[in-house]
Nanobody
Framework: VQLQASGGGFVQAGTSLRLSCAAS????????LGWFRQVPGKEREFVAS????????HYADSVKGRFTISIDTAKSQVYLQMDKLQPEDTARYYC???????????????WGHGTQVTVSS
């Protein structure tokens, strides 16, 4: 399984970024895809998830109303639209997958390599 994240960058507070994750290597029909993030010295934390077939999405309280996760199964891509970015959103963002149709943040089955997001104040 490969989960290739991209789209990170250095932005100013209040602006937006969209992360992408290209998923390959297996059939994901029974899986959910999602995003975690990690700051050095802290635990990796759940950000958002969405079932591969669509449906109920989950978000961390810290990003609700600002981040939106979506999926394009035709392209095997998962996206994280991040609006109103804040300095505390600075982290390395990881794409992940779990055999779960209603994934609310439990440890994933697969991890991808991350992409760095840095938000300046």
């Amino acid at each position: 399984v490969q989960l290739q994240a991209s789209g990170g960058g250095f932005v100013q507070a209040g602006t937006s970024l969209r992360l992408s994750c290209a998923a390959s290597g297996r059939t994901f029909t029974d899986y959910s895809l999602g995003w975690f993030r990690q700051v050095p010295g802290k635990e990796r934390e759940f950000v958002a998830s969405i079932p591969w077939v669509g449906g109920i999405t989950h978000y961390a309280d810290s990003v609700k109303g600002r981040f939106t996760i979506s999926i394009d199964t035709a392209k095997s891509q998962v996206y994280l639209q991040m609006d109103k970015l804040q300095p505390e959103d600075t982290a390395r963002y990881y794409c992940a997958a779990r055999l779960d149709s209603n994934w609310s943040g439990q440890w994933p089955d697969y991890w991808g390599h991350g992409t760095q997001v840095t938000v300046s104040s």
